[in-house]
């Protein structure tokens, strides 16, 4: 997030994201449903966008395209 000059936002997105991933990085299923998950980080990267480029469109088809990619 650094590299693409979302640093500033970085720490208030880390605290929302907690407990989602265990220690060794694998997604905690037993704590949230994937599909749950990925509706967060979309109203997340929604509010990044909105704050950066005042337009939160722009990542409107990220929830369609991760449920696609995953789930085979």
Do not use: N, T
Request: proline letters at 1%; charged letters at 35%.
């Amino acid at each position: 997030m650094e590299q693409l000059g979302l640093g500033r936002q970085f720490g208030r997105l880390a605290p929302q994201l907690d407990g989602v991933f265990r220690a060794d990085g694998v997604f905690a299923h037993d704590r949230l449903r994937f599909v749950d998950f990925v509706d967060d980080v979309e109203e997340l990267l929604e509010e990044v966008a909105w704050q950066e480029w005042g337009d939160k469109e722009v990542v409107d088809d990220f929830e369609e395209y991760i449920l696609q990619h995953y789930s085979g």
